[in-house]
């Protein structure tokens, strides 16, 4: 986060990555996903481990995506010490409208070619089908619909519930309204930061 000059660290980018680069982590991730297989715990406890020991995480980092379930929650609890001089981890949950997240996943149009987002119900282009930039046709992903998402939200609240009750019975866990104005957003996650971290 540029606020704080440390790193975002995404689980999914760590995996695609990985897998891109053809790194052994990635090979086994690649070989688990094309089974249509979730990537265990423990293979993205890997690569978040190695991610962590980069020098530009040195003054912190915020996990994106991670931890997911509670395995890897446990995981990083464990671990948090050799990466984060003590500073104890402080949990963010964005809560936003069911139909407001539809919204922005159905809606969202890439620029194949400058990699521009646009949403068509929130943020359009000037042209309905091109970017406004280069003029290159718009592209939907193939996992941007409602069924899609409906089933990661299920497996969101699923997997995901029982370390959002871990960090709030810790006292670490703070709840955001996402469907607040970017900067309010902001803002609040700043301030929350500094309270739990005081």
């Not at 962590?52 to 010490?81: K, M, N, S």
Request: proline share 5%; net charge negative.
């Amino acid at each position: 986060m540029s606020k704080w000059r440390i790193p975002q660290v995404s689980t999914g980018d760590l995996l695609r990555g990985n897998v891109g680069s053809g790194t052994g982590l990635g090979l086994q991730a690649k070989e688990i996903m094309a089974r249509g297989e979730l990537v265990p715990d423990g293979l993205v406890n890997e690569m978040v481990a190695i991610r962590l020991r980069y020098p530009d995480c040195e003054r912190g980092f915020i996990l994106d995506g991670f931890p997911r379930t509670i395995v890897q929650a446990e995981w990083l609890d464990e671990h948090l010490a050799e990466w984060s001089h003590g500073l104890p981890v402080v949990a963010i949950e964005l809560k936003v409208d069911y139909t407001r997240l539809v919204r922005r996943v159905t809606g969202r149009r890439n620029c194949p070619v400058c990699g521009s987002i646009y949403n068509v119900h929130l943020h359009p282009p000037k042209d309905h089908a091109r970017c406004d930039l280069d003029g290159a046709e718009l592209v939907r992903r193939s996992d941007d619909t409602e069924e899609v998402f409906t089933d990661r939200l299920r497996s969101y609240t699923e997997q995901t519930g029982p370390v959002v009750a871990h960090y709030r019975s810790m006292g670490r866990l703070v709840d955001m309204d996402g469907d607040q104005p970017v900067d309010a957003v902001t803002a609040g996650i700043l301030a929350a930061v500094k309270r739990l971290r005081s």
